[in-house]
């Protein structure tokens, strides 16, 4: 039943095709055009042939500081069996920025300060980077043929593999089972369908002594979630060539503007003091029962967890309108660590890759980060999460779509920042919906 339930999990889940050091020996070491041109510095970089005896120092850049630890550890365990196997000690420097991860990124690689090994997300990111010329394809490597055909498919371009997924997500927005099981709703075709539906939702939380929503939006990506969400329901139901016509300079927010209903809800019903609380003090404030919904995904269980781990914490569908069909799952292909071309390190940074999916080490890496399984070894080691069977409960209804369209990377974070200068008051729907339309056009002619 286990691995039945990850295989439909992996073949849904792939529809679509602070900073630290760290090492076996550890020191301490402490944004906005796409990638769009390789850096003239790694032009002609000469791979350095490794042996015996040598020392490799590996430059590493994965924008989820919430895996800090798990990642130090297991990559603790490679460099310790690589000097075991080969006698070269490797040490590496792990940065972890969160927010502008992907600005700074994109300044590493344009400097001669660049990265060895580097995580990207497979829909959004991978795409450009690989015209650009800065991932290492990694044909003929062992850990390719270790991933199931779905998670190949979702970090293959052009029929070249690029690198290793690590996650993949079925999300809309985190709820707290025990105080929706005091109104009444405990399955999936019980959860609120429509705005109207919701708002009842709240109004019954709220006479239940609980605050329906936890808001936290000292970091943007907390108000992109429900924008996204909202626009995705709106343009996969009645304004389906939104997309397309925005990215040939021909559409606008002004179509779209339904999705501040969503916000506003979300405002009207959620906790004080938005502004202030960071992603840590969501979780928090989540997890202690200090607000019912949270609009985010799963990749924050392990924050979650660690401050409640018996939190019973399900995964729903958001309503974005009145149109129950707009109700849906966002179904998506993320993380996925690369080798940087211009790399000196590689023969090193693809060892490490393949030991992403060591047989008998990677799926306890994977469950302790609450990935979900992309290999058959993995499949067989590994637990599912509840809110796994959640989302697809959702997807079984009908209610998912593949997260294949997305706000361009040249421009996304500036046009966060506008949303947060709306909920803040200092902006209109108005002179959002003209500032974000002109970042927007900006970025089409930037690439």
């Excluded at 080798?339 to 302790?368: C, H, I, P, R, W």
Aim: with cysteine; glycine share 6%; proline share 4%.
């Amino acid at each position: 039943m286990k691995k039945k339930l990850i295989s439909m999990l992996l073949a849904v889940s792939m529809v679509v095709g602070a900073a630290f050091t760290g090492g076996c020996s550890t020191t301490n070491q402490g944004d906005k055009n796409a990638a769009s041109k390789k850096s003239d510095d790694s032009e002609g970089v000469k791979e350095t042939a490794v042996k015996s005896g040598d020392e490799v120092h590996l430059k590493m850049f994965i924008g989820i500081p919430r895996f800090k630890d798990q990642f130090e550890g297991y990559f603790d365990k490679f460099c310790e069996k690589y000097e075991k196997e080969n006698g070269v000690k490797v040490t590496y420097e792990l940065e972890m920025p969160g927010q502008n991860a992907a600005t700074v990124l994109k300044t590493r690689l344009a400097s001669k300060d660049s990265v060895d090994i580097m995580a990207v997300h497979a829909i959004t990111e991978l795409p450009a980077y690989v015209q650009a010329g800065y991932i290492e394809p990694m044909d003929g490597q062992p850990f390719v043929d270790k991933m199931v055909d779905s998670a190949k498919d979702a970090v293959t371009i052009d029929g070249h593999p690029q690198g290793v997924l690590l996650e993949s997500l079925m999300w809309g927005y985190l709820y707290n089972k025990d105080m929706f099981a005091e109104i009444g709703i405990k399955t999936a075709d019980q959860m609120p369908m429509t705005m109207a539906e919701m708002e009842e939702v709240c109004k019954k939380l709220e006479d239940k002594g609980n605050k329906p929503f936890v808001q936290a939006y000292k970091e943007i990506a907390f108000l992109f979630w429900p924008s996204f969400l909202g626009i995705q329901g709106i343009t996969r139901t009645d304004n389906k060539d939104w997309y397309e016509r925005m990215n040939k300079g021909e559409g606008s927010f002004s179509e779209v503007t339904d999705f501040f209903n969503v916000l506003d809800m979300i405002e009207k019903y959620g906790t004080d003091k938005a502004l202030d609380k960071s992603s840590g003090d969501a979780c928090a404030d989540f997890a202690l029962g200090k607000g019912a919904m949270l609009v985010t995904g799963p990749w924050y269980a392990d924050s979650i967890m660690e401050v409640n781990k018996d939190i019973n914490m399900g995964v729903a569908a958001l309503p974005v309108n009145d149109n129950p069909d707009a109700t849906m799952i966002n179904v998506s292909a993320s993380t996925t660590l690369c080798v940087n071309s211009g790399s000196q390190n590689k023969e090193v940074a693809t060892a490490l890759l393949n030991y992403m999916l060591d047989d008998q080490e990677s799926g306890e890496f994977y469950e302790s980060c609450m990935f979900n399984p992309v290999t058959d070894a993995q499949q067989k080691s590994m637990n599912v999460f509840p809110w796994v069977q959640d989302a697809l409960d959702w997807v079984d209804m009908g209610h998912f779509y593949p997260d294949d369209q997305n706000w361009p990377n040249s421009c996304s974070e500036d046009i966060q920042k506008v949303l947060q200068a709306y909920y803040s008051g200092a902006e209109t729907k108005e002179s959002f919906v003209e500032k974000a339309d002109k970042l927007w056009k900006d970025s089409l002619s930037a690439n």
